[in-house]
């Protein structure tokens, strides 16, 4: 695997945990046993969520750029062997 293709499993992994604790804060959102207010929570549900898709999203891009850089790699080593 390259440099890009483990960046890019990195932030999938950081954009899944990212989800995961926006999914966290929104279960137990009916919890009043907590000193955050019902504000923040609704705030970093949105944040946490925005931001983990976004990653989610970005890491797809670089996954692919760095296969299309394997890609154009291998055939220019190809082309340099004849």
Known sequence: MTSGKNRSTLFGVVGGYLIYLAYGLF??????????????????????????LALIVYAVILWKRASDEEKNGAQDDENSMK
């Open 27 to 52: 279960r137990d959102r009916a919890d009043t046993d907590t000193t955050m207010s019902p504000g923040m929570r609704a705030l970093f549900i949105a944040l946490f969520a925005v931001i983990g």
